[in-house]
């Protein structure tokens, strides 16, 4: 598969906002999704982007810039159940999707 | 309700013993595909279908096979399982591969092979 790069860990405080980078290589590149696992759960869905920009859901944004092969995941006011693995994942020019090794989030009060 | 379901949630099982991990979904979906997840490798995909008896390999198919005879299940299958498949299993489907369509998971199976 394709490199993509994600931090491993990263802590926060409750209420304030975190955002969590996610590098890929651009070649063969058909969109770019976000998920969020709790451990031990299944991976559920955050968003999706093929287009450059933002997309904004909520307290949960996220950005792609196709050129520089990178996106981020903004979490905005902060809460304890965001304490998760978010996984960056991309697809590929054979249409499957292509997982980093994902970020833990840990929110502290 | 529309979902994935895997079973079984938990399995212990002995080097060599067939196993089968079944993966059935409700949604009508194209495309159907496993995934392993180790710790410090995240999610790895092992196998893809993208419709009745079209199956591929994915990253890491070694050990195992799949077969996708009816739209709604992917089994998999482990021939003869080694320690080195312990890992937690994902299955997940698609309306159909790319575009924006979310991947739908199941609750996953933890299997380990001693």
């Known amino acids: 598969g394709q490199n993509i790069d994600q931090p491993t860990e990263m802590t926060a405080t409750e209420g304030a906002i975190v955002q969590i980078n996610c590098t890929y290589q651009?070649?063969?590149?058909?969109?770019l999704f976000w998920y969020q696992q709790h451990a031990g759960e299944a991976p559920t869905f955050l968003s999706y982007?093929?287009?450059?920009g933002l997309e904004e859901k909520g307290r949960f944004s996220s950005f792609l810039s196709r050129s520089k092969g990178y996106s981020y995941l903004l979490l905005k006011e902060l809460q304890m159940k965001d304490s998760a693995s978010y996984l960056c994942?991309?697809?590929?020019?054979?249409?499957?999707?292509?997982f980093g090794k994902g970020t833990s989030l840990l929110v502290t009060p | 309700e529309a979902q994935v379901t895997q079973n079984p949630r938990y399995l212990i099982t002995v080097t060599g013993k067939k196993l089968t991990v079944t993966c059935s979904q409700n949604?009508?979906?194209?495309?159907m595909s496993w995934y392993r997840q180790d710790p410090g490798l995240g999610l790895r995909q092992i196998y893809y279908?993208?419709?009745?008896?079209?199956?591929d390999k994915g990253d890491v198919p070694e050990g195992y096979k799949v077969s996708r005879k009816e739209k709604r299940n992917f089994p998999l299958i482990l021939e003869s399982p080694s320690p080195n498949q312990t890992s937690l299993y994902f299955c997940a489907s698609n309306p159909f591969p790319g575009g924006n369509t979310e991947a739908f998971f199941g609750q996953g199976t933890r299997l380990t092979v001693v």
């Open positions: 279908s993208m419709n009745v008896e079209v199956t």
């Open positions: 949604m009508n979906h194209e495309y």
């Open positions: 651009t070649s063969g590149f058909n969109g």
């Open positions: 994942a991309q697809v590929n020019s054979g249409y499957a999707l292509n």
């Open positions: 982007n093929v287009l450059d």
